[in-house]
């Protein structure tokens, strides 16, 4: 009974009759309009015909009968800025956007400003932003991804009083404003001090060198070099070089930075197993403070320095611990985050031990204090006595002054070096991408005027990654 059913249903539907007025499948289409005929035509978004440059086009027949394209109309486009046109039709000219809230807009150069296959994240990506290496974009919308840094500072003198030029010295080439409306990056002023922000150091202790003795850049042409006696190595000129030991005095004194001072409830932070400096001032200081607008995309930067002192081996790890800081204003509260008292330039022990950046850290065997000659160290009348083993070349102190010579009649044991270093370190620091930061490098001699110290600054770099903040062998 079922087959006969499906049978009779499959009979009914082949003989079914075709739809009335319905055209064969390869039936051509029957023409629309009258050969020649035209008419207006327009396929922009209503409302914006006639608004701006926006204006309706012609349609004509074709002699198939058939409606050809819509010719002449121009429908709203991206606005071109400055020609005093409303491309889009918005009713405004030349207006702006910034999709991607960067603080940057299409008139501004932003060339990234929306989200597409060439622009994946558009909030990092404007004038703004520095040229972050190898990552094949043209971050800072120049026109050329990946560009090279152009050294800007092959041209100074050594005696260069100009505190911008050691900013160039050490790459921050680019210069910007205080405006807030002016949201490229760059140094915004840069200045000379005493350790707490007063006064003035001799111009004698600081200068712009192609090398330090033997010890070379890091970046660009050349390095700023800043110390508590005279800024140059043996045989150097303007200024004049002139022993580290016993020293010559600036005759100046200052307080110390107060805030990084405040922060360690008025005194002096020391390493671990050291006697505390005395006399409570900073002698022969020096600081040189820049204030930078950060790049957009700017998560953290680094720098690299070098420290030198004639402290070395003797008064190790005694009141006579010279001062290097690296202080850091910024309004980065993430993780990792940057220390409470500022001061980048510090090594923390595997057992959490913060020795500050300084002759002590040979003391502590650190391995940051290595350009260096094994063997005793606190020979002297109140210091304490060690023996460092983690000394790796003294090569680089050659020509600086803190070589061989001088020393040998007030070395420990057989060390007859009249100081050391601790060699080329990286210190990093974390911030917010286009605030304005302030980095403080002060260095100053502790408890006398006596037995100068040196540090060298240079290639400042930007970074689109947070670090881990503080000073490292790199």
């Not at 491309?87 to 960067?102: F, H, M, P, V």
């Not at 200045?191 to 970046?219: E, H, K, V, W």
Request: proline content about 6%; some cysteine; charged content about 20%.
């Amino acid at each position: 009974m079922r087959s006969f059913a499906l049978l009779l249903v499959g009979f009914l539907v082949a003989c079914a009759p075709e739809p009335q007025g319905a055209a064969p499948p390869d039936a051509e289409p029957e023409p629309v309009c009258s050969p020649g005929a035209s008419q207006e035509c327009y396929t922009g978004a209503g409302g914006t015909e006639g608004v701006g440059v926006c204006r309706s086009g012609t349609i004509t027949c074709d002699p198939e009968g058939f409606w050809g394209p819509c010719v002449d109309q121009l429908t709203p486009a991206q606005d071109v800025c400055g020609n005093n046109l409303d491309e889009n039709c918005d009713g405004t000219a030349d207006n702006e956007t910034d999709l991607d809230e960067d603080g940057f807009t299409n008139c501004a150069g932003d060339c990234c400003d929306h989200m597409n296959e060439n622009c994946a994240d558009p909030e990092l990506i404007n004038p703004g932003a520095f040229e972050s290496d190898g990552n094949m974009l043209d971050d800072d919308c120049d026109g050329t991804a990946d560009n090279a840094l152009v050294a800007c500072d092959e041209a100074f003198q050594s005696d260069e009083t100009d505190p911008m030029d050691y900013a160039r010295t050490i790459d921050l080439c680019q210069t910007a404003t205080e405006d807030p409306g002016d949201l490229r990056w760059g140094v915004i002023s840069a200045r000379y001090a005493l350790a707490d922000g007063t006064g003035a150091p001799d111009t004698s202790q600081y200068s712009i060198r192609s090398a330090f003795g033997s010890t070379t850049n890091q970046g660009g042409e050349q390095l700023v070099v800043l110390s508590s006696g005279r800024a140059a190595a043996t045989g150097q000129q303007s200024p004049m070089f002139a022993a580290f030991q016993p020293g010559i005095s600036a005759g100046t004194v200052s307080g110390f930075p107060t805030d990084w001072y405040a922060e360690h409830a008025n005194m002096i932070p020391n390493s671990p197993g050291c006697p505390a400096p005395e006399g409570g001032v900073a002698n022969d200081p020096i600081m040189f403070e820049v204030r930078v607008r950060t790049p957009t995309n700017a998560r953290s930067f680094s720098l690299r320095t070098n420290f030198f002192s004639s402290e070395y081996p003797e008064w190790t790890c005694s009141p006579f611990n010279d001062f290097f800081v690296v202080l850091l204003d910024s309004a980065f509260d993430g993780t990792p985050a940057n220390p409470t008292d500022k001061n980048l330039a510090t090594y923390t022990s595997g057992a959490g031990d913060v020795y500050p950046v300084g002759v002590n850290l040979a003391y502590g065997n650190t391995g940051l204090f290595r350009v260096c000659e094994d063997g005793a160290t606190g020979c002297a009348t109140g210091a304490t006595d060690g023996n460092i083993t983690t000394c790796t070349s003294t090569v680089t102190l050659n020509g600086t002054g803190f070589d061989v010579g001088a020393n040998a009649a007030g070395s420990c044991g057989n060390n007859d070096r009249v100081g050391g270093a601790t060699g080329w370190l990286t210190t990093r620091g974390n911030v917010v991408g286009g605030e304005i930061i302030t980095l403080r490098v002060a260095l100053w001699d502790s408890s006398d005027h006596a037995l100068d110290s040196v540090a060298l600054i240079d290639n400042f770099k930007w970074s689109v990654d947070v670090s881990d903040p503080g000073t490292v062998v790199d």
